[in-house]
């Protein structure tokens, strides 16, 4: 899952993208508010939230939202804002966010909100089951055969992008982009790494693994493996 922050505080941006990252997800940072907007509009398929801070140089927040809502009504928007009225809390709604958290804020209650933004966009389940695997997203739990696996960060976000997109072969390009950041090179061969990981400690010996490879394109995980 790919965020986007636009924040020009360089201490809060690393504080939020340190925090998201330990918990799996892939971040971006724009400093500013031109930089921002135009990597949320160059990647909008590819964010799953958006955090935007108000007062940045170039753009501010609200120009941003309204600019992002003109393209695309659903990417949730949060913003960060130091505006404690609620007149200003109810401009950014009108603006287009979906919420807006106060600096200074904890980590857990950003986070907090970013889930329960992300389940109601997605508004899809947060348990997969394909074989004798199951993925509980909201408790962050994989099962084989009822017994606990143990996967990192980015094996556990990887298997449920291919669970969400079961039935469906995900593309290594798109692969590359919804779980890992812009900054990372684009030598794709990681995601074999990961792959092959995840085959290890969700097959079982002798029988066909669970992600089937789709030659010169990607990977699946079958409607009924
Ligand atoms: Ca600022």
């Known amino acids: 899952m790919r965020i986007l922050i636009v924040e020009d505080e360089t201490s809060i941006a690393n504080f939020i993208r340190d925090g998201l990252a330990e918990e799996g997800f892939a971040v971006d940072i724009a400093d500013n508010g031109k930089k921002g907007l135009q990597l949320a509009l160059d990647n909008l398929a590819e964010y799953d939230v958006i ?3 108000w007062m940045l140089p170039g753009l501010n927040g609200i120009e941003i939202c309204r600019s992002i809502r003109r393209e695309n009504e659903i990417i949730p928007i ?15 709604l009108e603006a287009g966010a979906n919420d807006y958290i106060r600096k200074p804020f904890s980590f857990e209650e950003l986070l907090a909100r970013i889930r329960v933004l992300m389940r109601s966009h997605q508004q899809v389940s947060t348990e997969f089951e394909a074989g004798d695997i199951l993925m509980d997203v909201e408790r962050h739990i994989v099962s084989k055969e009822g017994k606990p696996v143990d996967l990192t960060q980015k094996e556990f976000a990887l298997l449920e992008y291919l669970l969400r997109n079961k039935g469906k072969v995900c593309r290594r390009t798109r ?7 812009i900054h990372f090179e684009h030598d794709s061969s990681v995601i074999d790494v990961y792959i092959n990981a995840l085959r290890r400690k969700l097959d079982t010996p002798g029988t066909p693994s669970l992600i089937t490879t789709v030659r010169g394109v990607g990977y699946k995980i079958e409607e009924a493996p």
């Open 51 to 53: 955090l935007l801070d």
């Open 78 to 92: 949060i913003f960060l804002t130091a505006k404690d009225t609620v007149d200003d809390a109810v401009f950014g």
């Open 175 to 181: 692969i590359i982009e919804k779980i890992w950041d």
